[in-house]
């Protein structure tokens, strides 16, 4: 089991800066794969330019919407005082992996294990990041959290070059009818984006100008078109 030093309250961001919409000029701050202090939220921007050539990346932090700070408005009603004291209380990695070990009948085990992802994400250490993100998934399954864990797992399984793992997770979440409609269509561009990676040129520029034409997220069609633009 990893010993990542970095507690994920340490990363959690204060969402008026988080919202793309907020004009938060950070997003355009160049973080390449050699700085260590990347968040989850940069190492998934980093994962859109290392893909997407050319494409301005800055809307995939939309999919991002549920972190730490949320998380505990959501379950609130479903949550043990007690056991919702003892998840505020963390404050190391040590203590996070204990509590989802130990809480795994409870809904914030999942949510433990989606944060302790994230740290291992942004340390680059992918194999952890896809085991946490598995468990992750296995215990949110009744929620609409684990539209948020798969589509995180399938990130972390191919920067871990298990590509047709995260391609089978990706096209999982596609085509779940009950998944979010925004981790629908990131599933849908980032399959696109692979087709492209892997010289499939020609069937990546058709996925992309069907998501162009008709994906009901803004931003989406609109990055689906930038990265057109670097293909055609």
């Known amino acids: 089991m990893p010993q990542n030093k970095k507690s994920s309250s340490q990363k959690t961001k204060d969402p008026a800066k988080t919202d793309p919409a907020a004009g938060d000029d950070r997003n ?12 989850f939220e940069d190492r998934m921007n980093l ?4 893909y997407q050539g050319p494409l301005v990346v800055g809307g ?12 505990m408005g959501f379950v609130a009603e479903r949550m043990d005082q007690r056991i919702r004291s003892e998840y505020a209380a963390i404050e190391t990695t040590e203590e996070r992996i204990h509590f989802a070990q130990h809480r795994s009948g409870h809904l914030l085990s999942g ?5 302790l992802g994230d740290e291992a994400f942004a340390d680059e250490e992918f194999a952890d990041a896809v085991e946490f993100y598995r468990q992750a998934v296995n215990r949110l399954e009744e929620h609409e959290i684990r539209d948020r864990a798969q589509f995180s797992l399938a990130m972390a399984l ?16 596609r085509d779940r009818t009950g998944a979010l409609s925004v981790f629908r269509e990131e599933a849908r561009l980032a399959l696109a984006v692979l087709l492209a990676d892997e010289g499939q040129t020609e069937q990546a520029i058709s996925r992309l100008k069907e998501i162009e034409g008709d994906s009901p997220n803004q931003i989406i069609r609109w990055r689906a078109s930038n990265f057109l633009q670097g293909l055609e």
């Open 28 to 39: 355009l701050v160049a973080i390449d794969e050699a700085y260590k202090e990347a968040s």
């Open 47 to 50: 994962f859109w330019t290392k």
């Open 158 to 173: 191919v920067e871990n070059e298990n590509f047709e793992e995260g391609r089978a997770e990706l096209e999982n979440l």
């Open 111 to 115: 949510i433990a294990y989606l944060e």
């Open 60 to 71: 995939v932090l939309i999919v991002l919407f549920i972190v730490a700070w949320q998380v």
